[in-house]
Structure formats: structure tokens, C-alpha cells
């Protein structure tokens, strides 16, 4: 049996109010628990004394019993001293997927194609109006 450090929700629809359990990890979310170590409230400020409550001396006994604690549990046990969390770092995560890359590549050569065909027109037409525009003078000569 697994045991787990977690938090249980409570608190009306919009008011969140969570309860720090020891629970089976099989358990549903708010439903049967071993034991309550604390609460969390996070509608109060962030400096407040009163946000999260822990008892640490059951912390401790849960987690020297094999207990394993929620990356959000966690969090609070570490600012409590009880136990270190190491930092996560990923360096990945605001990296755009491999579509989205593709999509910047397709765009860029479409870019890039655009402002040649541009190039070349603003380069070109200068000599290419003023034959278009001799054929017609010619054609007419012809006809008369």
C-alpha cells in the first residue's frame, strides 16, 4: 500500500480551502484518509501565518515511514524546513514544439521567396515596361 502526502479539497464552489492528508494513493482526492497534518488556505495573502498549517512532528513520522509527499506538499514541507526539495529546472519548456518550428520554417522561406520575387520586380521592371510597351505601338503600326 502506498501511502501519500497530498492535499484534499474543500471549500465551496470559487473558495478553495485544502487539507493536508495522509492517504492511500489509491483513495479518491477528497475521499477517505488516514490522517489530517494540516491545512492551506490559499484565498489568504501570501505573507499570512495562516495559510498553510503543518504539523511537523506527524510530517516527519509519515515521511520516515515511506510516505510520499506531492510536488505541491512538498513545496510546504520544504518552507517548513521539514524536508529539502530540490529545484526543477527545464530549460525545454518554453520551447516551441516541432510544429510550430516547421511553421516558422515554412513561413520564413515563404518570407524569403516573397522578397526575392520582390527583389527581382523592383530590379526588372524598369526594362521589361519599356518593351511591353513597344509590342503594342508595333502591332498597331502592322494593322494600319
Not at 479518491?28 to 489530517?36: H, L, N, S, T, V
Not at 515511506?66 to 514541507?77: C, E, H, I, N, S
Request: no cysteine.
Amino acid at each position: 500500500m502506498a501511502v501519500s502526502i497530498r492535499l484534499s479539497r474543500g471549500g465551496s464552489k470559487k473558495r478553495p480551502y485544502y487539507r493536508i492528508v495522509v492517504a492511500n494513493s489509491t483513495a479518491p482526492r477528497d475521499g477517505a484518509f488516514i490522517e489530517k497534518i494540516g491545512t492551506y488556505n490559499p484565498m489568504l495573502a501570501k505573507d499570512d501565518e495562516k495559510r498553510v498549517i503543518l504539523d511537523g512532528e506527524r510530517a516527519k513520522h509519515w515521511l520516515s515511514v515511506g510516505a510520499q509527499p506531492t510536488d505541491r506538499v512538498a513545496r510546504f514541507l520544504d518552507a517548513a524546513g521539514i524536508r529539502e526539495r530540490a529545484a526543477r529546472n527545464n530549460p525545454k519548456k518554453a520551447e516551441p514544439g516541432e510544429k510550430a518550428k516547421e511553421r516558422v520554417e515554412e513561413r520564413a522561406a515563404k518570407a524569403a521567396a516573397a522578397a526575392e520575387a520582390a527583389a527581382e520586380a523592383a530590379a526588372a521592371p524598369a526594362p521589361a515596361e519599356t518593351p511591353a510597351e513597344e509590342a503594342p505601338a508595333a502591332e498597331e503600326t502592322t494593322e494600319a
